[in-house]
């Protein structure tokens, strides 16, 4: 033993053992008001299913309206829309549309994704015990249950539910536009789960910088870790910037200020753009919070099943961040129809270009990473290939977008609905479940069934592209969004067969969901025992701990050796008889030299 | 075994270094998110400003000068009285004194501060008058919001003072408090110079 072992044991007799908590033995402080990061993942991940099951089902009542108009919903549709005899009227419609979005956004993504897979990985993925600071943690998660409580009961109040659209612009959004208590609930619920965001962001954050196992520097994180920090970063830059708005806007509905309200100008007035401006300064920045958890878990998957080491692994993660930082300077690209100036406008349009290279970087990566690998087609895996392809169409949409001239056009129609669903609700859709099939092992200790996941994903990935490429077509004959019956007017009558079409594909991709649905509960009390490293990979999760594992995670914190996508190195498949090899894994005395030399070509 | 695989000692000494930091690196995250936050409400501010012809608005009176100013020295001061606190703290002196001192000088900067609202509303600017109102109104409340819950911070902190449980290997508590005590004095110079001054 040399003194690489004597520092490694001195380290952990200092710093390691007595940081294990002892595991609480009630059942509240075990299941419910638990601070262990991995009991609230799975928390986030209950509430944010349960939510995108609502949410999903809103979709499905969008889409009857826009398919059958004027038709009684069926099966449920008297006793959820009674007072139209079950018919979505106009205002149902109205709130349906405005709380999918919010709903799928704010209260299925973002728990699932960045709630769950956040709290799940960070701590497992750079070897550590918890969080930085466990209580904040749990504190995060009441604080977004309390937010989908007002969420709910904003249902139930009088005039209904929110019904100014997710984006909720003034003067619509104001007591002149939606005088119900529902919009005011709205804001409140909204403000909380911002709350709620914050404050698990500070927490990865913090982590990733301070937790990090010895030996492992940023480089030699899993992409995951990346992809979920810089998520956690603009987190904690840009909710803020939302939050202020959500206070104006509070304080313009209840107290009567005049932020939003457009004056006279010798009294002078506020403005009701300043809300866009407030909006698009979080919201752009947001869309990127929102598929950045999945561009990493995909960067890493892609790599785990094609036993390939990820292709310009740093450059992927550099390129994440350049992303991270354009997405802060070029949200005027969704205002330019408000009246911007022109050589703003200009500006943005650039900017909004700009963006595409760093992505086309890391996407070419991806296809670099699958290149002459051995690909190993797993369930996460087709989710993740579904990802790279949804998110590659999606990504090539927003070039007409963003390009001043032609989104002059395209602004406000069915194109932009398109482009948003594919690059930010089907990609992180298909990320949200490669993600849940990939680590169900480590969460739960049994495998998932690999035949009901094929059938979800193919139920899933047909559908949803035939969804949303339909989309993009009724938007390109002009077809606006949020209208609440379009075959009335002249000009889009002829979209009605397409518009049946794209509703007919969403009612099978919402049937796809019950392959899910048994899956995921038959595997968690009945799948089969999940071994310590199913997938074969190499992070410190698979490789070092249990499935699932202890309370304290690991009883040895690891030492990290080298990075997280070891593969098909010849020299040490030489030594170990495996084409992987663990992050902390020590390779025997033979053939270590050689198999390192390897490496740091 | 390996000298190549070996991982450097720094490693090992860096993550036992680092892995105590947590606490100060959480609450610059935590400033910077809060400074966000005020910076969106300065960029609201600036947008409706530059959009009115005159500011104030014609037929509004100005906002009084004298109290606000008062109020800026008071927070300054018990800025500096915090960071007296967090030094004795560090060097292992008693607290109690200091931060009670700063607990007074935040308490008179609140009462001032009421008493400016007070008048102000007395001479008929409302929050739902105009957007100068709005804009008094909203900034400073939202900022005294600030004030009253790092006054909750130093009231967290008083018994053990108290007692003396803080010193030179346990400072971190009053140190976090301090950093958030300035943070929201560096708000209030700017939202005196903005909304009272300029």
Redesign the interface.
């Known amino acids: 033993?040399?003194?690489?072992?004597a520092?490694?044991d001195?380290?952990h007799g200092?710093?390691g053992d007595h940081d294990i908590h002892p595991e609480p033995t009630s059942f509240l402080r075990k299941y419910v008001f638990s601070t262990d990061h991995k009991v609230i993942a799975k928390q986030f991940i209950w509430l944010g299913l349960i939510f995108m099951f609502i949410g999903g089902s809103m979709a499905m009542m969008i889409r009857w309206q826009l398919a059958n108009p004027g038709e009684p919903f069926p099966i449920l549709g008297k006793q959820i829309f009674s007072n139209s005899g079950g018919i979505v009227s106009p205002a149902a419609y109205t709130s349906l549309f405005t709380m999918h979005g919010t709903i799928m956004i704010f209260y299925a993504i973002t728990p699932i994704m960045i709630g769950g897979f956040g709290n799940f990985c960070i701590p497992l993925m750079i070897g550590a015990r918890d969080m930085?600071?466990p209580k904040l943690n749990a504190f995060s998660f009441w604080m977004m249950f309390v937010s989908t409580i007002i969420l709910v009961i904003s249902f139930f109040v009088p005039m209904g539910a929110a019904g100014a659209g997710w984006t909720t612009y003034p003067t619509l959004s104001t007591t002149m536009g939606t005088p119900g208590v529902g919009q005011t609930l709205w804001v409140v619920a909204i403000y909380c789960a911002g709350a709620s965001t914050?404050m698990g962001?500070?927490?990865y954050?913090?982590?990733v910088?301070?937790?990090?196992?010895?030996?492992m520097?940023y480089f030699q994180m899993p992409l995951t870790v990346w992809g979920l920090w810089l998520t956690a970063i603009l987190n904690?830059?840009?909710?803020?910037?939302l939050?202020?708005?959500m206070?104006?806007l509070f304080?313009d509905r209840v107290?009567?200020?005049?932020?939003f309200l457009a004056?006279t100008?010798?009294?002078?007035?506020?403005?009701p753009i300043?809300y866009q401006?407030?909006f698009w300064?979080f919201g752009h920045p947001e869309v990127y919070i929102l598929i950045l958890p999945g561009w990493g878990v995909v960067s890493d998957l892609l790599s785990f099943f094609s036993r390939k080491p990820a292709y310009g692994y740093k450059v992927t993660a550099l390129a994440m961040s350049a992303v991270c930082v354009l997405s802060a300077v070029v949200y005027g690209h969704h205002m330019f129809t408000t009246g911007l100036s022109p050589l703003l406008g200009q500006g943005f349009m650039v900017l909004t270009m700009i963006i595409s290279v760093p992505a086309e970087i890391f996407f070419l990566n991806w296809l670099h990473t699958l290149w002459k690998g051995k690909i190993r087609l797993t369930v996460p895996m087709l989710f993740a290939l579904g990802l790279v392809f949804v998110f590659g169409l999606g990504g090539l949409t927003g070039l007409y977008l963003a390009t001043i001239s032609t989104d002059l056009y395209l602004h406000d129609t069915y194109f932009v609905v398109g482009h948003f669903h594919l690059t930010m609700a089907a990609a992180v859709f298909l990320g949200s479940f490669a993600s849940i099939y990939f680590w169900f092992p480590k969460m739960f200790g049994r495998m998932t069934n690999p035949l009901l996941g094929k059938l979800h994903f193919w139920f899933s990935f047909i559908p949803i592209n035939l969804i949303f490429c339909g989309m993009l077509y009724v938007g390109f004959g002009g077809m606006q969004r949020r209208l609440y019956d379009p075959s009335v007017y002249a000009t889009f009558k002829h979209l009605l067969p397409v518009n049946q079409f794209i509703s007919t594909s969403a009612y099978v991709l919402g049937f796809g969901s019950i392959f899910f649905s048994i899956n995921f509960f038959y595997s968690m009390f009945y799948g089969a025992k999940a071994p310590q490293n199913p997938w074969e990979v190499t992070t410190l999760e698979w490789t070092n701990t249990t499935s699932p594992p202890p309370h304290h995670n690991y009883d040895v914190i690891p030492?990290?050796?080298?990075g997280a996508h070891e593969f098909g190195n010849p020299e040490f498949m030489k030594a170990t008889g495996k084409d992987w090899l663990g992050q902390a894994e020590?390779?025997p005395?033979a053939g270590?030299?050689a198999a390192?030399?390897e490496t740091?070509e | 075994m390996a000298a190549a695989i070996t991982p450097p000692m720094t490693a090992l000494q860096g993550y036992s270094r680092r892995k105590d930091t947590g606490p100060y690196v959480g609450m610059v995250i935590f400033l910077s998110a809060f400074g966000m936050c005020f910076a969106a409400l300065f960029f609201s501010y600036s947008v409706v400003r530059t959009g009115a012809m005159s500011w104030p608005p014609a037929g509004t009176e100005p906002l009084p000068l004298g109290l606000p100013a008062l109020n800026t020295l008071v927070l300054a001061l018990s800025s500096w009285t915090f960071h007296r606190a967090y030094v004795a703290a560090r060097r292992g002196q008693p607290v109690v004194a200091w931060l009670g001192v700063t607990f007074c000088l935040g308490a008179l900067f609140m009462a001032l501060q009421l008493v400016v609202w007070v008048s102000v509303y007395r001479s008929g600017l409302h929050p739902s008058s105009g957007i100068y109102g709005s804009v008094f109104y909203a900034l400073t409340v939202f900022h005294a919001l600030h004030v009253v819950s790092a006054l909750v911070t130093i009231l967290y902190l008083l018994p053990g003072a108290l007692v003396g449980r803080y010193g030179a290997a346990n400072h971190t508590a009053v140190r976090l408090s301090a950093m958030f005590w300035h943070f929201v004095d560096v708000i209030w110079v700017a939202m005196f110079l903005s909304v009272y001054v300029f």
């Open positions: 033993m040399s003194e690489h072992a520092a490694h001195e380290a200092e710093h930085v600071f914050l962001a500070v927490n954050i913090t982590t910088i301070v937790l990090r196992a010895p030996g520097g904690a830059l840009f909710i803020p910037v939050a202020a708005g206070i104006l304080l107290v009567g200020t005049h932020f004056g100008m010798v009294k002078g007035g506020g403005d300043l401006h407030l300064i030492t990290v050796l080298r020590e390779l005395a270590a030299k390192d030399k740091a």
